[in-house]
């Protein structure tokens, strides 16, 4: 019997790069050191020279150079915090938190109203998770320099990722860019503040600024789009990444964010194009096949879709959702059941019981006639998932074949409960209709 409906897994990338990531002056989104920004001219030429260099030597993971040269450093200025800063700096790249202490108490005794010292202490206690600590030294630098741009930048970070507070976040950012307007860090911080407040406009000015002010960085153009995808502006988002590839034409992810744009924003060959010349830049990459597989089958090309369904699995062995995908392909042309059959269970094992792994294995049962299996599989999924239209609606056609039809009715009005409009309502109330009408 052919399928009624088939379940899909949505493939749709609309999240902000991660916001415990900040923006360098190099342009390029790093994760958050426990080392402040330094003012070389502050130093003596040998100490700033031996400084850099560890700095450099950190920024490569070669942490035994840049111990050398930091404790060179403290024979030229042994009375300067900032080498300290950097051994302490190496102490915590080592996962020694107790020595890392000891450095920044030293470095703190040698400079008690030292603003970098107290910016060392607020990212060393947010590294462990201390974030009263954190604050309040973040805080104390200020004090120390009402001017420390980094204290501010920094503590903007903590009240926007670890304590969840956005509008403290966006003053403290525009602190920091009161005292330096062409920070991009703090307009980056900004930005993702303004977006937690559902300040969109304010939150694109925000982008926009990063991306003019880091003009050779494609990645504050790639964050922007992925902020435009979660406001649904898809042709929008593709301006956005189509300016951050020509800037760097091979950076991957930014041509899938494209890719998925173009798909959401229904140009279609523009997506198939950009999946293909994806899959010629990374080669050993599965995703670009498993959205052309996805684009193939909206378009009836199913010798394409398995093609590329069985490319995506020989690179990618443990991909759940061309498993998933393919399955549920065979199971549209209610053949090869025995093997959908197969596909969907490696689906589930390798999705770790993902619910709509779950619901095509259930759904293949149903087409296998086994709808006593089917029925226990979306219940468990179910179990399992946040309230779902399309599982409850599973599950009121397979309980209704079953002829359960008061627990069928049941299920499809859960199914329209949850969602009133979901893609197949309309069925859904058909069916209500019909088991009312028995």
Not at 68 to 79: D, E, L, Q
Not at 89 to 105: D, F, G, M
Not at 182 to 197: N, V
Not at 265 to 283: C, G, M
Request: glycine content about 4%; some cysteine; charged content about 25%.
């Amino acid at each position: 019997m052919k399928l009624s409906l088939l379940p899909r897994i949505c493939l749709v990338t609309g999240l902000l790069v991660s916001t415990t990531h900040s923006i360098t002056s190099a342009g390029v989104i790093v994760d958050r050191s426990s080392f402040p920004d330094l003012n070389f001219e502050l130093l003596p030429t040998e100490t700033a020279r031996l400084v850099k260099q560890g700095v450099t030597a950190i920024s490569k993971g070669e942490l035994g150079a840049a111990e050398t040269y930091f404790r060179k450093a403290i024979k030229f200025s042994p009375m300067d915090p900032i080498p300290l800063l950097g051994l302490a700096q190496v102490a915590i790249r080592r996962n020694q938190p107790e020595q890392a202490e000891l450095w920044l108490t030293q470095a703190e005794r040698v400079a008690p109203q030292s603003a970098e010292v107290q910016t060392s202490w607020g990212r060393y206690y947010l590294s462990q998770n201390e974030y009263a600590k954190s604050e309040a030294a973040y805080k104390q630098a200020i004090e120390a320099n009402p001017r420390a741009v980094v204290a501010y930048t920094d503590l903007g970070q903590l009240y926007l990722n670890e304590l969840k507070r956005p509008q403290a976040a966006v003053e403290a950012f525009q602190s920091a860019i009161d005292l330096q307007p062409d920070s991009a860090s703090a307009h980056y911080g900004m930005a993702l503040g303004l977006a937690r407040l559902n300040q969109i406009d304010a939150a694109i000015v925000e982008f926009e600024t990063v991306a003019r002010l880091l003009p050779e960085d494609p990645v504050p153009l790639q964050t922007l789009g992925r902020f435009l995808v979660t406001q649904g502006q898809y042709k929008q988002a593709v301006n956005a990444f189509t300016r951050g590839v020509k800037i760097k034409p091979d950076l991957v992810s930014l041509r899938l964010d494209r890719a998925n744009s173009y798909f959401a924003s229904e140009q279609v060959a523009e997506a198939i194009d950009e999946y293909k010349t994806i899959a010629r830049l990374a080669p050993n990459n599965a995703t670009p096949y498993v959205r052309l597989g996805m684009i193939y089958e909206s378009q009836l090309k199913t010798s394409d879709a398995e093609a590329v369904y069985r490319r995506a699995i020989e690179l990618d062995p443990k991909n759940p959702i061309a498993y998933n995908n393919l399955a549920l392909l065979f199971a549209q042309e209610n053949s090869r059941l025995d093997e959908a059959l197969e596909l969907a269970k490696k689906a589930v094992e390798l999705g770790e019981d993902h619910p709509n792994f779950v619901d095509t294995l259930a759904w293949i049962y149903r087409a296998k006639g086994n709808l006593n299996k089917a029925e226990m599989l979306l219940d468990q999924a179910i179990a399992k998932s946040p309230p779902s239209a399309i599982l409850y609606y599973h599950l009121g056609i397979v309980r209704s074949e079953r002829q359960k039809n008061k627990d069928a009715l049941a299920a499809l009005r859960r199914a329209l409960e949850i969602n009133e409009n979901f893609s197949e309502s309309n069925d859904a109330r058909r069916r209500i209709n019909d088991l009312k009408s028995n």
